[in-house]
């Protein structure tokens, strides 16, 4: 099974930047889609973005569109997570999640079986 580990995250002032980063145990284009979602303190956990095997196609909730980007450096078996523009609604645990075959769609967090433990971000205003 793949091992996730997230860093990156941080407190920032809304309007500024961070890279997230999912380093995976194994390579991961061939095998898995990579997902990243967020759970606010008592909300459920959302999907933020995907990006499938081979790094075909890229997936964002409206929410962070234009303002994320989701990319995969396969040397480093890790997946990336820029955001920019944040804001503080923006503010949650971030988790890093592998998705290989499963008849849940890739925006729910049921399609996705192996997960990282979190990376907090924090916005302010």
């Known amino acids: 099974q793949v091992q996730l580990v997230e860093s990156g995250g941080g407190l920032v002032q809304a309007g500024g930047s961070l890279r997230l980063s999912c380093a995976a145990s194994?390579?991961?284009?061939?095998?898995?889609?990579m997902g990243w979602f967020r759970q606010a303190p008592g909300k459920e956990r959302e999907f933020v973005a995907a990006?499938?095997?081979?790094?075909?196609?890229?997936y964002y909730a409206d929410s962070v569109k234009g303002r994320f980007t989701i990319s995969r450096d396969n040397a480093k078996n890790t997946v990336y997570l820029q955001m920019n523009s944040l804001k503080p609604e923006d503010t949650a645990i971030y988790y890093c999640a592998a998705r290989g075959t499963s008849s849940y769609t890739l925006y729910t967090s049921l399609g996705y079986r192996y997960w990282g433990q979190g990376t907090q971000v924090t916005v302010s205003s």
């Open positions: 194994e390579r991961t284009d061939s095998r898995y889609t």
């Open positions: 990006l499938s095997q081979s790094s075909v196609r890229t």
